[in-house]
């Protein structure tokens, strides 16, 4: 259950994203994506609902690089005498003959998207980083302190047994 809350993207998600764009075009305050109970003393959720989206994306790209990596690393790659490069040509033959390709062609065209994909996340990624100086304080807490500061409200909240049942609109 807390992994589906923590890294899937849902309704709650969903409702804080609306959000983030309404403050976007001046409609509203900007939602905390980092939410923590203390009651429970765990956190709600501590991601931005669009990389709940990402991470799903990621984690494909991730899989796609190295099932591709492995033919194109060796064609004839077969650990143990299991013929997995062989078994990973089979399958693209398949799909390559609907784009009129051959397989060979068709994972290298998958692990080169794959690839573009992390830059554009790279960018993404330092883009919020660095143009938001709201953000600033989880590049400090990734690779200075280790610890997120919770008592800045811009993006935090903290969910105490006086607001705990206040819906997400009501909560200071």
């Known amino acids: 259950m807390h992994f589906k809350d923590s890294y899937i993207f849902g309704k709650d998600d969903a409702e804080r994203l609306i959000d983030i764009i ?64 062989s078994w990973i040509l089979s399958v693209a033959w398949y799909f390559a ?28 990624h330092v883009g919020i980083i660095e143009f938001d100086p709201y953000v600033w304080k989880y590049h400090k807490a990734i690779f200075w302190s280790g610890k997120e500061d919770l008592s800045d409200t811009h993006y935090s909240e903290v969910i105490t047994a006086k607001t705990k049942y206040l819906p997400t609109k009501e909560r200071p």
């Open 97 to 124: 003959s609907f784009f009129n390709i051959n397989a060979l062609g068709l994972l290298r065209l998958l692990h080169l998207l794959a690839a573009y994909w992390f830059v554009f996340e790279l960018v993404i």
């Open 22 to 85: 309404k403050n976007f075009f001046g409609k509203g305050r900007y939602p905390a994506f980092t939410i923590y109970d203390e009651s429970k003393g765990h956190y709600v959720t501590k991601l931005h609902p669009v990389l709940k989206i990402l991470i799903v994306i990621e984690s494909i790209a991730i899989v796609i690089v190295a099932i591709t990596g492995v033919v194109l690393y060796n064609l004839e790659w077969s650990p143990f005498g299991i013929p997995i490069a």
